[in-house]
């Protein structure tokens, strides 16, 4: 292989004199008589002549650098060719590693400070969040205990307007209320009249002797007591007749659902009178107060005791019609039996002056056999109707029951001294209920009254109003009526277990075959 091409013997450097500064300098001093110009045209033409003449050689060394490139490669081997291109592409490897390994680094450094950038970034957002929900918390915490603040505060005012509210319409009557226990024990509602008037005249004295209503004498207007006192003065008399008014109101509404709600109400009424009067100390007296809550308690035992001696008298008055209809019964069928004495005893006298003419006589014989049979029924008629007539306590119980009304399990256990019990059980199943009543016993007792009061002592827990006594419906069952009966009564009594209620199954069968074909 031939050696490389020297360039080092090569000289391209122009000489000083052709350089391009000083032609530059020389062409600027054209206003020295135009030498200098001249002479920088010269040397330009001299440079140009002198590149020419480098190019030139650069051409030939190029030329003869080719040709020794050309030599050398005819020597060279397929070995050495391929051993060449082997070292070529190595170093071109090692170019492309030492390259990719550069940028691997720069990358990765460019990486790594991305990565620092963003997590600072994440960073501070994340503090930003914290911050944030944080505050967000701090604010909702505020909100929820001014809310609760505001929400205890409503239910205050709710809790003081239901101590305020007395619900006096029919259909806002289903509050909630306490049973009240009686504080007074009179026998009659002109007892407790004549006690609520005693009340009132104690009041009277109290608000007379200056003692209802309390208020600082001491107080003095523009320096002057005397019409301070009369300030307070009128001023009493004033919030007094609005307690008064609001008293008589509430008293005179009083009613067993809202008594509770008055009661309050009368309390609440004398606070606000306290703090209405509070600047002159007015307030009610205990004392006053006192006696308008006991007047409360009268006049509502006073409406109490007048309805019940109202249900009593009533109670009264259907026992007096009761007696009345028995009467007449007992005289209408004694008339009819006697009637029918009459006539069979007439009938039996001429029979007795017909066998006389002819004692043989058996049809005569056989209808006086009848007429006498007949007589007997007469008189054992008359026995029973002077033995009711006799014994007023004398009746039958009947338990009855109407499930079309009022559904199982539900009887009615009552009292009728009617000589004929199913007129009264009639009448109970008037055009007040929807189906008429089904008979499950009707027993005869000499002391009916006993019987029906040992029957509604046994199920006393059992009523359906537990207030009225003269409402018989009882929540039992018809075998529990059975043993109550055997215990209390020494005669066989015939039960009916499955009432009839016709027109009510009927009805039931009528409804079902409608809804069928609709």
Known sequence: MNEAPDFSTCNFKSPWYLSTPLICILFAAWFVYGIPVLLGILLLIAKAKHEKKITIQVQNQIQDLSKRYADAQALLTPEMKDAHKLQLLVASLHDEESSANKNLAEIKTEAEATITKKQNALNEIEQQINEKKEQMIRDTEKAVAK?????????????????????????????????????????????????LAKIRQVQKDLIKDKKAVLGNTEWTVNNSKAKGKKMVS?????????????????????????????????HKSAETITKLGSVMNISIAQMYLDAKVKELRLAFEYREKKQQEKEEQKAARAEQREQAKLQREIEEQRKK?????????????????QLEQNPENTDLLEKKEQLENHLSDIDKALCDIDYRQAN??????????????????????????????????????????????????MIFSDDAPALEAALHRAFEDRKLNMVNQRREFFNVTLDEIKEVVKKNFDKTVEFVDVPDAEQYRISQKMRSEMQRTA
């Open 147 to 195: 809310k609760q603040d505001e929400l205890n505060g409503i239910q205050k005012q709710i809790a003081d307007k239901k101590k305020e509210l007395i619900c006096m319409e029919d259909e806002v009557l289903v509050q909630e209320f306490g049973l009240y226990t009686p504080q007074y024990d009179f026998a009659s509602a002109l007892d407790y009249k004549e006690e």
């Open 234 to 266: 009128d001023t009493q008399k004033l919030l007094l007749r609005a307690f008064n008014t609001e008293c008589d109101d509430l008293i005179n509404r009083v009613k067993y659902n809202n008594f509770d709600a008055i009661l309050d109400r009368i």
């Open 337 to 353: 039996v006697e009637k029918e004495q009459t006539h069979y005893q007439t009938a039996y006298e001429k029979l007795k002056l």
């Open 392 to 441: 007023m306590r004398a009746g039958y119980v009947y338990v009855i029951s109407n499930i079309g009304a009022f559904g199982k399990d539900i009887y009615k256990i009552g009292m009728t001294r009617r000589l004929d019990p199913q007129d009264r059980v009639d009448e109970l199943g008037d055009a007040s209920v929807p189906f008429n009543f089904d008979v499950h016993a």
